[in-house]
């Protein structure tokens, strides 16, 4: 396995944490209520340190001297490796909480997996990492049953926000050659055994929070290859804009 292929796979962390972190973080001050802004901020928070460490490590295996300001700031839509679904709207508090449930059951399982990779330095990252997914997966997974079993009017949002974001999700089991060299290598697990455990928390949570469950549809954009919607161009555009207007800005 090359430098190049755990680079790339620790872009596709990396840039899905930091992506998903910046998504919450455009809720601090506009929060539906002062308990869910502190806590979105802390998520927004903690999925920024996943990506830092990521960043890091993946700018040290490239080899050509980028640190994760770098990486982060200074690189086009293309060049970026994240889930589709991270980089979608909020829209509502109800999209704002299918979309992280969705990617939060997954890096629960994901970094779960990675603690045991053959890669010591990503093993210690996703040990971190999985417990603060753990409290993420609480705090969205809350949310989603609060809405999916309260109001009409919640309900209908909620089930709303789950159709139209479930077509992102066939990505996130979509193996690729990529994922198949860092489950062969050890450093990974299949993303088929992956699947049926994320499956079967999204199951049970649907199940509570009485949401239909949609078909599985496929997505033709693939993220985690540099093709992304219209929308991730835009975020980066507010993200990167001071450092790029100012590059090495100290304060």
Known sequence: MS??????????????SLVLGQRLGEWIGHSPALEEDLGLANLSLDL??????????AGEVEGKGRDED???????????MNLTLAEQ??????????????????QLEVYEALSGSADTRLAAIAAKA????????????????????????SHRRAQSALDGLWRFTDELFAADELD?????????????????????????????ATLRKPASSRYAWQGKRGVHSEHLGHMLTEMQ?????YPGAQW
Request: proline content about 4%; overall charge neutral; glycine content about 6%.
């Open 180 to 208: 198949e060299q860092m489950a062969t290598a050890g450093i990974a697990l299949p993303l088929a055994e992956v699947q049926p455990r994320w499956s079967a928390q999204m199951d049970a949570v649907l199940r509570e």
């Open 48 to 57: 920024v340190g996943q990506a830092r460490l990521l960043l890091t490590y």
């Open 89 to 106: 709207p909020n829209g509502d508090f109800a999209q704002t909480m299918t979309r992280q449930l969705l990617l939060d059951a997954w």
């Open 70 to 80: 770098a990486l982060a700031f200074f690189r086009d839509a293309p060049q970026f």
């Open 3 to 16: 430098n190049d292929s755990l680079f790339r796979y620790l872009l596709r962390l990396g840039d899905t």
């Open 130 to 153: 999985v417990k603060e997914s753990r409290y993420h997966f609480r705090f969205s997974s809350g949310w989603l049953i609060r809405l999916g079993d309260g109001t009409e009017e």
């Open 241 to 245: 804009h001071l450092q790029r207007t």
